[in-house]
């Protein structure tokens, strides 16, 4: 009859502790002394550990998260009798315990496992139904690999250094032969264009290089769609310019924006999903109880998005005043990280230049952003006539995974609502 034994934690060369990142088997499992049992990971490697000898798994010891020591009970094994232990643990010793640190810590009984091997480090760690080492898993993700659709031609189908590689260079003469890349799209055509004319390169500047790879993950990750409208800012606009001058006698300038600003403030509480993120897995969403409203500055370096604190509990001419402020700071290179960060909602306005609508990109983590295009007159049916009238166009761009249609243009016609009668921004 066999005897019931615990599975030990080995030398783990140095470490102190690792921790338990796979249970390769449950209650119950038969296993044979070669058969990995648990996955082991320290800050510089993994490690697979065999059972040992042949038995059944009676009790696990540890669950996934777990750290450990050396010496810890990983899982308690009923071994298969003296004669059968005898016959198939060539390689293991009788007790996990005392067994060598090279033969416990492998995946194989043949192959060493100390956390300091660089060759281990990159062929013992297993996940779900990819097994590779960190080093692979660190140079995947670096180049955008999606290991499951990778063949590894190591023990047990694990990805090896040599798999990626052969990998990168299938895909990279495929692309140069007009295939795809690793994202599925079309690689940008090299081209010299001096062939047809005179050149000149011109520099990215560092917030366009910056933005730029932003923008295009936002672009590619978030389902985008865009909800238009417009806004009668007749009274508004007759409103701000009667105190305009009063203003500008303190140097503050009252602009359109700051209205929109109070107006989203009040939207986004009647609509509190708009004012919310998506948490990393995209399974919960993440409202949130405070209103930082960011709004992009054209600078001559590249549009930033600094964020104004708190706007619910600010007036129109402490927002005027901020606004200013940090778009002057905006321009003279003198925002800190600090100052675009914490946004709920963003606002991009090119009332000031010109256009009827655009879509703007979404600044992740948020779930959407208000475009301001330059209002005009506009002759509007009222009343049985025609009547001119100050029109604001607005683009509503939201993240379709939170936000549905309908939602969207509720929203829309709200924040025109408010924006069409100047009393609901001042009570």
């Known amino acids: 009859m066999g005897a019931i034994k615990d599975l030990t934690v080995p030398d783990l ?12 088997v449950k209650p119950g499992d038969k296993v044979k002394a070669d058969t990995s049992v648990v996955t082991l990971e320290s800050d510089k490697a993994t490690m697979e550990i065999p059972a040992g000898e042949e038995g059944v798994v009676k009790q696990l010891k ?20 003296a004669a ?22 492998s995946s194989t009984p043949q192959k060493p496992a ?19 080492g960190p080093g692979v898993r660190r140079l995947a993700r670096e180049f955008g690999i999606d290991l499951s659709n990778l063949r ?15 990998f990168v260079k299938t895909k990279l003469a495929s692309s140069s032969e007009g295939g795809a890349t690793f994202g599925g799209l079309a690689p940008a055509p090299l081209i010299d264009f001096t062939q047809f004319g005179q050149t000149e390169i011109e520099e990215l500047s560092r917030i366009q290089k910056i933005s730029g790879k932003n923008l295009h993950r936002n672009w590619v990750s978030i389902p985008h769609v865009t909800q238009f409208g417009e806004a ?8 701000r ?4 001058a009063r203003f500008e006698k303190e140097k503050i300038k009252l602009t359109p924006l700051v209205f929109i600003m109070k107006a989203v403030v009040d939207a986004l509480r009647q609509f509190p999903q708009f004012n919310a993120s998506l948490d990393p897995k995209g399974e919960n969403l993440i409202l949130k109880k405070y209103f930082h409203i960011g709004v992009a500055v054209d600078t001559p370096n590249g549009l930033v998005v600094p964020v104004v604190r708190n706007v619910d509990q600010k007036r129109i001419r402490a927002l005027a005043q901020e606004l200013a402020q940090l778009s002057e700071k905006a321009r003279n290179k003198q925002l800190t990280p600090g100052d675009m960060q914490g946004g709920c909602f963003s606002i991009s306005s090119l009332g ?6 655009f879509t703007p990109i979404i600044n992740a983590p948020e779930v959407a952003i208000l475009g301001v295009s330059k209002a005009a007159q506009k002759p509007i049916y009222q009343d049985g006539g025609f009547i001119p009238r100050l029109m604001l166009p607005l683009s509503l761009s939201y993240d379709h995974r939170v936000i549905d249609g309908a939602q969207a243009a509720r929203f829309i016609v709200y924040l025109s609502e408010l924006l069409g009668d100047i009393r609901h921004l001042l009570l």
């Not at 060369?13 to 390769?24: D, F, M, N, Q, S």
């Not at 000031?352 to 609508?357: H, M, R």
């Open 352 to 357: 000031g230049i010109g256009g009827t609508a």
């Open 114 to 132: 100390s956390p300091a091997s660089e060759e281990e480090e990159d062929e013992e760690q297993g996940s779900g139904d990819v097994h590779a």
């Open 232 to 239: 009668d800012i007749t009274e508004l606009e007759a409103y």
């Open 84 to 105: 059968a232990t005898a016959e198939k643990s060539k390689p293991a010793a009788a007790e996990p315990a005392q067994t060598t640190p090279a033969k416990q810590a």
């Open 152 to 166: 590894g031609t190591g023990p047990k189908q694990r990805v090896l250094k040599e798999d990626l590689q052969s």
């Open 62 to 81: 540890v669950k996934v998260g777990s750290k450990v020591g050396m010496g810890a009970v990983l899982m308690t094994l009923e071994t298969a009798g």
């Open 13 to 24: 060369g140095g470490a102190t502790e690792v921790v338990v990142i796979e249970l390769l």
């Open 241 to 244: 310019q009667r105190h305009k």
